[in-house]
């Protein structure tokens, strides 16, 4: 593969403030080395008993969590979370809205008992709204920031015959300007986007998630089957570790510098 030729543009940034519920489009962000995609996965619901502790927090399978992959009605809520206020504002698909600041006890009861009231069988348990400072509740202990490839959704589109909405696999950067599923060559290698620099670790394995129209919460499409069948993985996006801080925006360019064990920039 020749790096020099690697070059795609960033055409959206998003956050999931509130893991499992809708995305937050951002302008620009400033990424920090060795952490999380700023205000990504801070919140949590648990749905029944999970034994997350929020004194020394530590991964937990998200079957515990309220999920896209077993919650389809999450989709249809919208929203909302403000770092400097620290207000929460979720919105159901009726019509009902609530705001509540998740600095204290009181705010957080409050979206607790507007998803309780509001999710119907979707809880099968006593839901608390979990968080942890400095904690992401990601899916991927390895998992930093995600990176999707516009071309490889374009693909699945032409396999599916039918519109694939780039926000049913939830990632924090979206590129465009690559091959079809060449984010896969980029594993190992040192990339920079924008001010920062950043090494793709893994490519992401989907879950059922995807099966998930993000605008109606319908299952329409069984995703994992399709990339299996006509792909063999079931595979689509990369994970990346940032490793040098900086901003970057949409519009900004997408660059290998090199192969990680080897010194010679592209």
Same mark, same amino acid.
């Given at each position: 593969?020749?790096?020099?030729?690697?070059?795609?543009? +960033?055409?959206? $940034?998003?956050?999931?403030? $509130?893991?499992? %519920?809708?995305?937050?489009?951002?302008?620009?962000?400033?990424?920090?080395?060795?952490?999380?995609? *700023?205000?990504?996965?801070?919140?949590?619901? #648990?749905?029944? *008993?999970?034994?997350?502790?929020?004194?020394?927090?530590?991964?937990?399978?998200?079957?515990?969590?309220?999920?896209?992959?077993?919650?389809?009605?999450?989709?249809? %809520?919208?929203?909302?979370?403000?770092? /400097?206020?620290? +207000?929460?504002?979720?919105?159901?698909?009726?019509? &009902?809205?609530?705001?509540?600041? =998740?600095?204290?006890?009181? @705010?957080?009861?409050?979206?607790?008992?507007?998803?309780?009231?509001?999710?119907?069988?979707?809880?099968?348990?006593?839901? &608390?709204? $979990?968080?942890?400072? @400095?904690?992401?509740?990601?899916?991927?202990?390895?998992?930093? /920031?995600?990176?999707?490839?516009?071309?490889? =959704?374009? #693909?699945?589109?032409?396999?599916?015959?039918?519109? +694939?909405?780039?926000?049913?696999?939830?990632? !924090?950067?979206?590129?465009?300007? $690559?091959?079809?599923?060449? #984010?896969?060559?980029?594993?190992?290698?040192?990339?920079?986007?924008?001010?920062?620099?950043?090494?793709?670790?893994?490519?992401?394995?989907?879950?059922?998630?995807?099966? +998930? !129209? *993000?605008?109606?919460? #319908?299952?329409?499409?069984?995703?994992?089957?399709?990339?299996?069948?006509? %792909?063999?993985?079931?595979?689509?996006?990369?994970?990346?570790?940032?490793? &040098?801080?900086?901003?970057?925006?949409?519009?900004?360019?997408?660059?290998?510098?090199?192969?990680? @064990? !080897?010194?010679?920039?592209?």
């Amino acid at each position: 593969m020749d790096i020099s030729t690697i070059i795609a543009t +960033v055409t959206g $940034l998003y956050r999931y403030p $509130l893991k499992g %519920f809708s995305p937050q489009p951002l302008a620009d962000v400033a990424l920090a080395a060795d952490r999380c995609f *700023p205000g990504d996965r801070l919140f949590a619901i #648990e749905n029944g *008993p999970s034994g997350f502790d929020e004194t020394a927090p530590a991964h937990q399978p998200k079957i515990r969590y309220l999920m896209l992959a077993r919650n389809g009605a999450l989709a249809r %809520f919208k929203s909302h979370y403000d770092d /400097v206020s620290q +207000v929460l504002s979720l919105r159901a698909p009726d019509g &009902r809205h609530v705001e509540a600041d =998740l600095a204290g006890a009181d @705010g957080r009861m409050m979206i607790e008992t507007f998803l309780t009231s509001t999710l119907g069988a979707e809880a099968r348990g006593n839901l &608390r709204l $979990l968080s942890s400072p @400095g904690y992401h509740f990601m899916d991927s202990t390895k998992g930093f /920031v995600s990176l999707i490839n516009l071309a490889s =959704l374009r #693909e699945i589109e032409r396999i599916a015959g039918q519109a +694939v909405d780039p926000l049913r696999f939830r990632a !924090n950067i979206y590129v465009d300007g $690559l091959k079809p599923w060449q #984010e896969f060559d980029l594993v190992d290698c040192r990339l920079r986007i924008g001010e920062a620099e950043l090494v793709a670790i893994k490519r992401t394995d989907r879950c059922a998630a995807t099966q +998930v !129209n *993000p605008q109606s919460g #319908e299952r329409d499409i069984d995703m994992l089957r399709l990339l299996e069948a006509q %792909f063999a993985h079931h595979d689509c996006g990369i994970y990346l570790r940032v490793m &040098r801080s900086g901003r970057l925006a949409a519009g900004d360019r997408l660059t290998m510098i090199a192969k990680e @064990g !080897n010194d010679t920039p592209a």
